[in-house]
T-cell receptor
């Protein structure tokens, strides 16, 4: 099981780019990396998923180096509404069971006006 | 299309009481999950189901039971409520094994 390590908290000013790094030293060959966002009093919401190199969608980018032992979620030009907790999950898409369902404590991002 | 619904939104129980947290999805997903989230902490998996009639334990199953008689419903049962079960409970579904999880709004449970 690939556990993950993230910073507990980060602060950023509005309009800046924010990069949140997740370490997953024991990632397995078949594991994918998935990021979720959670606002207070709500369930987590999917942001982005990737396997290697770079993935980009309308919300964020995900950078994964060649060794895949870490990944970086990049949020461009954050706004106050991006204040939330961000979780990194690592798991095998092709494997049945709960191996990919450990959320950890996440990174609490606070965007400052 | 309501997605994932959970009832009740809030509940206060006395120690030793029992209750069932309801979770219903209308997305025809096979996989369903129950998590708990303690204040300031991440989510911990309680139970999950890969289809009707099939359930399995997650990371913290003690004190809970589940059943999955239909694709749509995945109720979570607390038989003897304890203060340690005070938490927010989230239900989630996925179409496949590790696809994007869709979460319900949560149930905030307090055991006094």
């Amino acid at each position: 099981l690939a556990k993950t390590t993230q910073p507990i908290s980060m602060d950023s000013y509005e309009g800046q780019e924010v990069n949140i790094t997740c370490s997953h030293n024991n990632i397995a060959t078949n594991d994918y990396i998935t990021w979720y966002q959670q606002f207070p009093s709500q369930g987590p919401r999917f942001i982005i998923q990737g396997y290697k190199t770079k993935v980009t969608n309308e919300v964020a980018s995900l950078f994964i180096p060649a060794d895949r032992k870490s990944s970086t979620l990049s949020l461009p030009r954050v706004s106050l509404s991006d204040t939330a907790v961000y979780y990194c999950l690592v798991g095998d898409i092709g494997q049945t069971g709960a191996n990919n369902l450990f959320f950890g404590t996440g990174t609490r991002l606070t965007v400052i006006p | 299309n309501a997605g994932v619904t959970q009832t009740p939104k809030f509940r206060i129980l006395k120690i030793g009481q029992s209750m069932t947290l309801q979770c219903t999805q209308d997305m025809n997903h096979n996989y369903m999950y129950w998590y708990r989230q303690d204040p300031g902490m991440g989510l911990k998996l309680i139970y999950y189901s890969v289809g009707a009639g099939i359930t399995d334990k997650g990371e913290v199953p003690n004190g809970y039971n589940v059943s999955r008689s239909t694709t749509e419903d995945f109720p979570l049962r607390l038989e003897l409520a304890a203060p340690s079960q005070t938490s927010v409970y989230f239900c989630a579904t996925t179409p496949g094994q590790a696809d994007t999880q869709y979460f319900g709004p949560g149930t905030r449970l307090t055991v006094l």
